[in-house]
């Protein structure tokens, strides 16, 4: 069976696929805000739409997702990035999840979050 890479990037940033379908396995890679200026809710807002467009074009839905990797930068802002997180989420389908509070890759991104999915 192929492998599927949707959106693979080719610098100057890092050599990545944002998305990869193996079978009826979706990943998608930690994904961060595109408007850093927005408050945590806002970057946790983003980030979320962005799973549901690469989810969408894996041929699958946010209720399918199994396991769930956040990163945020003070846990300070866990209740703001959480109740996002709540009203998003599949309240029948929840994944596993995971959130660790993190240094992330430059200091205006406030949450990373990463996604496994089946079809």
Known sequence: ??????EVTTGPGPRMSRCVVN???????????SDTSADVKGQTQQILDKIDH?????GT??????QAQLWITDMANFADMNSVWNAWVDPENPPV??????DLARPEILVEIMVTATK
Do not use: F
């Open 1 to 6: 069976m192929a492998i599927q890479r949707i």
């Open 23 to 33: 079978g009826d396995m979706v990943y998608v890679c930690g994904l961060t805000a």
């Open 54 to 58: 690469y989810l969408s074009e894996a």
């Open 61 to 66: 839905d946010k209720s399918k997702l199994l």
């Open 97 to 102: 999840r995971a959130c660790v509070k993190a």
